[in-house]
């Protein structure tokens, strides 16, 4: 497919892969905030293609796996509502929560639907008219956009039986608590592509410079990471700490203005939870106050839910970027994507089912490998 | 999730910017696709496709840089290398 094909093209792949062992004096860790970037280097086996001094850690970018385990009951406790319809992607659906997963209401007879759009719940809501019908509103700033123009869209057509269950995170925020943390090992960081497609990249321009730590924003093919750490390193070699673009193609850097007019326009900023590493301030979206009408929370009563952790997964640590999946015991054992602890085995997306989908090798062995075996896979 | 596919804009419909839709050709696949937040997009334009909605128009100008960049790279190793001989 155009743009597609030839950015996994193993020729340019390999030479940006080169032009970074010619720039690459010293250990260098960056983060890929994204988790469809993870998923990528993982399966493309990006990460086999760079010097041994530059590290990958993996980072919180992955919706599915941040969602707390408390707004996973509130979902389970509304799909298990007699004469409501819940829609959600497909990925949730085996998100465990305290003793269940949305799977399992299904299964026991639940009218549980997966939908790949938002707008897709508000049809189901248009034809329902008798049903209560409610759309797990799940996403980074990417997704946010779709969230709201279905919420806009009820609204303007008077659709009553249609509301949202808001689970969304933002970027920025989260990049801010991991650089501030004094466990933060993290020197630079690949930027989520679609995630500065809608919103730009101006808003990462103090956080480069209050910490001192390059952004490159990047895309999500193997030669678009590759040359996104390229960027990165050599701001890394050279002492800058900048923005600077690779997905010029998609990313401007005022972002998509007439998504983002609309985002607040039903959304407001709020303080959000993150599923292993806590709440942080200004880190999500809930609805603004004329839009409340649409807030599954207040129309079921679940807002007084509450859930702790389970201690047996390391997901917190692995989102932020302290521990990679195979240094959990659980991995691989106890954990596997058909019996998942945690949100990172669940998505395809979250890093430790990337691990377990695509690793060939063990970590440990390509960590010890000498410079110059690191063109190994791919 | 915030996976977004580029797709070619086949036929645009709707005259309201909030409900305007296109047919759009994933290789080969047609998807009706919302445009709302592309209104500069036109039929044969490329968009990024996320959950149903066009995200951006993609620069075809700006696609080759990622390989005009590399080219540059070697270039400029060639003449170092050249240099140092």
Request: proline share 13%; hydrophobic share 35%; aromatic share 14%.
């Given at each position: 497919m155009k743009f597609i094909d030839e950015y996994r093209d193993e020729e340019t792949a390999r030479g940006y892969a080169q032009a970074l062992r010619r720039i690459t004096t010293r250990p260098w860790t960056l983060m890929e905030v994204c988790g469809g970037q993870t998923h990528a280097i993982v399966k493309f086996g990006v990460d086999e293609l760079?010097?041994?001094q530059v590290t990958l850690v993996h980072g919180p970018g992955c919706p599915v796996c941040v969602t707390p385990v408390e707004l996973l009951e509130k979902a389970i406790e509304i799909a298990s509502t007699p004469n409501a319809i819940f829609c959600s992607?497909?990925?949730?659906?085996?998100?465990?929560g305290k003793s269940k997963d949305l799977l399992t209401v299904k299964a026991e007879g639940g009218d549980v639907r997966i939908v790949y759009s938002p707008l897709d719940a508000l049809k189901v809501a248009q034809e329902n008219p008798g049903k209560e019908v409610v759309f797990?509103?799940?996403?980074?700033e990417t997704t946010a956009p779709a969230n709201a123009m279905a919420v806009f869209q009820a609204s303007q057509q008077g659709i009553g039986n249609f509301s949202l269950l808001v689970s969304h995170v933002l970027v920025p925020p989260a990049m801010e608590a991991l650089l501030s943390s004094p466990t933060n090992r993290v020197q630079g960081f690949l930027a989520a592509g679609h995630v500065c497609t809608v919103?730009?990249?101006?808003?990462?321009e103090p956080i480069a410079s209050k910490y001192h730590v390059p952004i490159v924003v990047t895309g999500f093919e193997p030669v678009d990471i590759l040359q996104g750490i390229y960027m990165c390193v050599r701001q890394l070699e050279e002492g800058r700490a900048e923005v600077e673009n690779q997905y010029t193609r998609s990313v401007r850097r005022e972002g998509n203005l007439p998504a983002q007019q609309l985002i607040r326009e039903v959304f407001r900023v709020t303080p959000r939870k993150w599923r292993g590493v806590g709440e942080i301030p200004q880190s999500g979206l809930g609805l603004q106050e004329k839009y409340r009408a649409f807030d599954a929370e207040t129309r079921f009563g679940v807002a007084h839910i509450t859930a702790e952790e389970s201690s047996d997964c390391i997901s917190g640590a692995i989102l932020q970027g302290?521990?990679?999946?195979?240094?959990?015991?659980?991995?691989?054992?106890?954990?596997?994507?058909?019996?998942?602890?945690g949100a990172t085995m669940v998505s395809s997306e979250g890093a430790c089912a990337a691990y377990y989908h695509y690793?060939?090798?063990?970590l440990s062995e390509a960590q010890s490998f000498p410079s110059g075996a690191e063109t190994h896979g791919a | 999730m915030c996976l977004a596919v580029p797709g070619k804009i086949m036929s645009i419909e709707g005259a309201d910017p909030i409900f305007r839709t296109g047919k759009v050709d994933f290789g080969g696949i047609l998807k009706q696709i919302n445009l709302a937040y592309v209104p500069e997009a036109k039929v044969g334009d490329y968009v990024l496709v996320h959950v149903g909605f066009a995200i951006s128009t993609v620069d075809e100008e700006e696609a080759m840089q990622v390989f005009e960049y590399l080219r540059q790279m070697g270039d400029l190793a060639d003449l170092e290398e050249g240099e140092t001989k």
């Open positions: 760079l010097p041994h992607f497909g990925d949730m659906l085996r998100v465990p797990f509103a799940v996403g980074f919103m730009g990249y101006a808003e990462y302290l521990k990679k999946p195979h240094e959990c015991p659980a991995f691989g054992t106890v954990c596997t994507p058909e019996h998942p602890l690793r060939r090798i063990r | -």
